[in-house]
């Protein structure tokens, strides 16, 4: 529940402060667009992994008391930190788009499931489609890590649509500059 709430807080990065007319005190300053959006997707994830980090007294008592396999452990530590950067950066691509955060919230959120029931979809497809249907779906990425499969294709998945989602966030608050 903490961290829905903090998810759903952080679309609101952008569209309030458009709301409130301090984007454009925000695009004034002798700062670039970039480091506008690194700053808030970093505060993000770091309050959010902040949050995660309270769960590691569970893996401390684990370890003092068995013996457990440590690599679903760190995989899915791992796995929860990608996922939690992939729903930021959308969450400020979708604060960036909009003046109401009631609007990115639910884009947002149609966008997280959208991206969780893709794989339901994939089955029904024949096999070149599937295969890009479940590529796209952050599902089994996130199962391989959760059993200690840390691939490279899972990473490559979840930094380049961070990435991605960044670079239309910049791009996004670009324009906003231009047209004030």
Known sequence: LVVSFAVESLHTAFAEERRTDTLELLLTAPVREVWIVLAKFL???????????????????????GEPDWGPVYGGYLAVILHAGLLVSVGLLMSSLTENQVVAAV???????????????????????????????????????SRGIIDTTHLVYYVSFIAFGLFLTMRSVDTERWRG
């Open 43 to 65: 505060a993000a994830l770091a309050l959010l992994t902040g949050i995660y980090t309270a769960t590691a007294a569970y893996a401390v008592v684990l370890g003092l008391y």
């Open 107 to 145: 884009v947002t959120s149609a966008i997280f499931l959208m991206l969780w029931v893709i794989d339901w979809i994939s089955q029904s497809l024949q096999p070149p489609a599937q295969d890009v249907v479940q590529y796209l779906s952050f599902t089994n990425h996130f199962d391989d890590f």
